[in-house]
């Protein structure tokens, strides 16, 4: 246990699977082999993800972090390798997803109650229970929204917070989140990030965000993976020592300025390398 | 507020306009009056034949025939389109003929069925049917084959089945291109029905009224058996649309 966290370094990349501190993981991930198109994006790839922490993925454009959360989810199948949760399969975990285009991941056709009430149908929960618990999660994240609304009906952010109630609502045992944010203007995505910071708080589930936001990776994360261009190796996988709740004044922090200057660093040298 | 109620009347400024230039095609003699009536002749005899008249009975022998060739298409070519849209290389190897019938005249196929199912309705219905029944089955199976992915991804993450993925979002998400075919395809069940009308062999419809005032030389009956026609075209397509717009709220949004 104690080697991981003081791997030597080879080259620019780490040899450690885990992040810095070398928490106990809860997604293992070993052996990943993807191609797409012809493009190697992960060759024999090794990920541990820690229990019980928030964890930003980070990397230059198209070296495959959506893809990394896409096969961990299943959503799309991997190549080569096995992936554990816990050591269980995925068929036996509950996981939450939450994707960048809440627009064509909400059902229109069902208002934002029926929406989140649907993932408890799926899961063969008695209406009338799943009905309690859609209100009980409701009432404990001080969710004020109309849920009698149908998706089209709210804005963009509200809808990504139905979007993020549906994912809860089953408590996962690990959540993902795909860009969640990038489709929102400045305000409402500060606004969500706070969100999505005090449901982490409060449930404490293992979180796992794809990012294209530096700023926000740092921001919401307890470890920031950092990735290399293909195929995908992890270039960093630093700590993010900051008391939470984190608010604006964690963004001057030095440690803080620091830290994001340190990924920005990797980040670089990732994306000038030829 | 006011130019508000202005712009609401001006769909009726057309239809003035058509009167107006009517009576003056009317009044001039442009056209010989034998074939173009005075529009208060054609509207009274439109009036007389919708309340309780010869042209009631066959406006309605008219709606039931479209109700049925539409029924009939939607029994068909509803679930044909789903089976054909969720598997997609079965619709390419298809697509040919069903685009190549799309585009045939279905009056072109009149004579035919008149063959296959001799004189009277059924021919009637089962050839509007024909024709309806591929513009649905075409866009229901490109509303299955276009669902978005994101939800269907969404839906399969949440732990749905295939049969659930189907049923609750596939199926959700093809209804509106499904409207739009109905909507196109009971426009078309319209025409044709018709056409059908006025061959050999019919009694009554407004085809056949029509087809039949303008053998008696009755301009005013065949205008109002046009008017009727369009009336009934226009109806059912507003009432396919507020159809739509309730069964389909989420529909453009």
């Known amino acids: 246990m104690t080697m991981n966290a003081i791997a030597p370094v080879i080259g620019p990349y780490r040899t450690a699977f885990g992040p810095d501190g070398n928490p106990p993981a809860h997604i293992t991930a070993r052996g990943l082999c993807k191609e797409f198109q012809g493009e190697v994006i992960y060759d024999n790839f090794n990920l541990d993800i820690p229990r019980g922490k928030f964890v930003s993925i980070f990397g230059p454009n198209g070296c495959g972090k959506s893809t990394l959360i896409n096969m961990i989810s299943g959503l799309v199948p991997v190549g080569k390798g096995d992936i554990l949760f816990g050591g269980k399969t995925l068929a036996d975990t509950r996981i939450g997803y939450v994707f960048q285009n809440y627009r064509e991941a909400l059902f229109p056709w069902m208002s934002a109650f029926e929406n989140i009430h649907y993932a408890l149908k799926l899961r063969n929960v008695a209406d009338a229970e799943a009905r309690e618990r859609v209100k009980a999660l409701v009432a404990r994240l001080g969710v004020k929204l109309d849920l009698s609304r149908y998706p089209y009906e709210l804005s963009g952010g509200q809808q990504q917070l139905v979007s993020i109630m549906r994912a809860l609502i089953v408590e996962p045992e690990v959540l993902f989140l795909d860009e969640p944010f990038s489709a929102l203007d400045y305000e409402m995505t500060l606004f969500m990030r706070d969100q999505l910071q005090r449901i982490f708080e409060e449930t404490g589930t293992t979180t796992v965000l794809v990012s294209h936001d530096l700023e926000e990776a740092v921001y919401l994360a307890d470890y920031v993976l950092l990735l290399s261009r293909r195929p995908g190796r992890i270039a960093d996988f630093p700590m993010v020592p900051l008391p939470r709740p984190r608010n604006d004044e964690t963004l001057s922090r030095p440690d803080f300025v620091d830290l994001k200057r340190h990924c920005l660093e990797i980040f670089q040298r990732e994306v000038r390398r030829p | ?253």
């Open chain 2, 1 to 253: 507020m006011r130019s508000e109620q202005f712009d609401k009347l001006l769909p009726g400024i057309g239809v003035l306009g058509l009167i107006l230039l009517w009576y003056i095609g009317y009044w001039t003699r442009i056209v010989d009056p034998v074939l173009l009536p005075s529009p208060d002749a054609a509207f009274i005899a439109l009036w007389k034949g919708m309340s309780g008249g010869r042209l009631l009975h066959d406006f309605f022998q008219t709606v039931i025939r479209t109700f049925a060739a539409i029924a009939v298409a939607s029994v068909v070519a509803i679930p044909l389109g789903i089976v054909l849209g969720a598997n997609e290389k079965l619709y390419r190897s298809v697509e040919f003929v069903v685009d190549f019938f799309r585009s045939t005249p279905a009056s072109a196929l009149f004579p035919l069925f008149l063959v296959i199912f001799g004189v009277g309705d059924a021919t009637k219905i089962y050839v509007a049917s024909f024709g309806a029944a591929l513009v649905i089955l075409f866009n229901v199976a490109y509303g299955v084959m276009n669902a978005r992915k994101t939800r269907i991804l969404a839906a399969r993450v949440m732990g749905a089945s295939r049969w659930q993925v189907m049923k609750d979002v596939i199926l959700m998400e093809s209804l509106p291109q499904t409207f739009v075919g109905l909507r196109n395809g009971v426009s078309l069940a319209l025409v044709i029905v018709v056409v059908a009308e006025m061959f050999i062999g019919s009694v009554d419809g407004l085809g056949h009224r029509v087809f039949e005032a303008q053998q008696l030389f009755n301009m005013p009956d065949m205008y109002a058996a046009i008017f009727a026609a369009g009336a009934l075209g226009y109806g059912l397509n507003i009432m396919f649309l507020l159809i739509e717009k309730s069964f389909v709220h989420w529909s453009g949004k």
